[in-house]
């Protein structure tokens, strides 16, 4: 059941990261810029996907691959709130 709970929470959050990673060369100036956000993000999400693996040592497996979609997802959510906004405010960068 939490393992159930978890991963429908991490879906949108999932969501999120794929948005932010479509959106990401349409927002920045550079290739090279879009490619160092992206090893950042994906750097920071395994980072918090580790973390919640860490905080549940005697969780079932299940349970720790649903913690570490969870927090790879929530590391994407700042970036997709900038992201959405400034295409509401339509900031594009050069591609």
């Not at 693996?53 to 570490?68: C, D, G, L, Y």
Request: charged letters at 10%; a positive charge; proline letters at 4%.
């Amino acid at each position: 059941m939490a393992v159930m709970l978890t991963i429908i929470l991490a879906a949108p959050l999932l969501a999120a990261t794929a948005y932010v990673h479509h959106r990401l060369p349409i927002h920045t100036q550079h290739s090279g810029r879009t490619w160092l956000l992206r090893i950042l993000l994906i750097g920071t999400g395994f980072g918090l996907g580790w973390l919640g693996t860490v905080w549940f040592p005697h969780a079932t497996q299940a349970m720790r691959w649903a913690a570490f979609l969870f927090g790879f997802g929530v590391a994407h959510v700042p970036a997709f709130f900038i992201l959405y906004m400034k295409r509401q405010r339509g900031e594009y960068g050069h591609g």
